[in-house]
């Protein structure tokens, strides 16, 4: 035993190591509790994105064009933000195991703590509309950032498989038809004599919408079913009284 403290002692002296001082690992403590707290929080962003996502997404309409929901599950979930908060967790877990006492802790559990924080946090970040705001900047900043994920607008805008989404710009037409802007600011007749409005709402200049009906032509849409474009939409909208 002597003769190994020895070597070591010898070793320390020939190489002239220093021990590093004490505000070393508090640092460096500190610095990867920051890494992991920063790392919990951007995965909090990531699964308030997930949920917003999902939640404004109509998860009844897969039997209108024809899919299985397995399908549309499968077409709709928003990959990309998965992806991140699956990365985030990762970056967390990696930061907390190499925490002053990180090592004590098994991997499921550290999983399992960054993964609840970030869930928990998220949730509450949707509800406070905090995910609505940050969609609308990355739609305005990032350019296709609208190609990365599966929107509520990428799902409407599809009149072949009798989906479309727009909002009302005339209502004066014969027989309840009214013609629609569509939110690729394309005009469209829609024909609505036999229609269901759905959520108490009725038809009015500046109204956004979602169809579920039949594609007549290039610029002619049958609608069978009119749903609001938002839950809790009000009936009278901008313009409805001008």
Known sequence: MKNISNEVLKKIKDNNIKPKPRWYFITKNYFIWSIFAISVILGSFAFSMVLFIIKQLDWDIYHYIGDSFLKTVFISLPYLWLIFLILFTGVAYYNFIHTKRGYRFKFISI??????????????????????????????????????????????????????????????LPENNFILMDL???????????????????????????????????????????????????????????
């Open 111 to 172: 999983l399992l703590i960054s993964l609840i924080i970030s869930i928990i946090l998220g949730t509450g970040l949707y509800f406070n509309g905090f995910s609505e705001r940050l969609e609308n900047v990355f739609l305005e900043k990032i350019p296709y950032y609208n190609r990365l994920v599966y929107s509520c607008e990428k799902q409407w805008m599809q009149p072949k498989r009798g989906l479309l989404a727009g909002t009302i710009i005339e209502t004066e």
């Open 184 to 242: 690729d600011n394309n005009r469209w007749k829609i024909e609505a004599s036999k229609v269901i409005w759905k959520g108490k709402i009725a038809p009015a200049t500046g109204l956004k919408i979602k169809l579920i009906g039949k594609l007549i032509d290039d610029n002619n849409f049958k609608a069978m079913e009119i749903r609001p474009w938002q839950q809790g939409q009000r009936r009278f909208m901008m313009g409805e009284n001008q």
